[in-house]
């Protein structure tokens, strides 16, 4: 798993960290690019939005939640699903392409998804 969030990093330029984190919003795994971004704490808050917008969307259980960005002025916040209860949380910084974070976080989303399966 590390090395599977290390080359999400790797690949976005401005991004400053990536989690595997369970709904109880700790992570289980995390990279971080630098020492003073708190990743453990991003991802605990993008879970809570998760979990909202899980609340809010109460309708076909098959019908789950795929994809959750926050855009803010200090970057955004990518949270994909990875089946089982896990997501994936990439953070971007403001100078980063989103488009390309998306991709990357879907692409690392396939990788993982199946390596928690």
Do not use: H
Request: charged fraction near 25%; proline fraction near 3%; hydrophobic fraction near 45%.
């Amino acid at each position: 798993m590390r090395s599977v969030l290390q080359n999400v990093l790797d690949r976005i330029p401005g991004s400053l960290g990536a989690a595997v984190v369970g709904l109880d919003g700790i992570a289980v795994e995390k990279v971080s690019v630098r020492e003073t971004f708190n990743m453990d704490l991003a991802s605990a808050e993008g879970i809570g939005v998760v979990k909202r917008a899980v609340a809010a969307l109460r309708g076909d259980p098959r019908d789950r939640v795929e994809e959750i960005s926050v855009a803010c002025r200090s970057g955004l916040t990518i949270l994909r699903s990875l089946g089982s209860d896990y997501y994936l949380c990439v953070v971007i910084g403001p100078d980063s392409i989103p488009g390309r974070a998306r991709y990357e976080a879907w692409r690392a989303g396939q990788q993982l998804e199946q390596a928690i399966g």
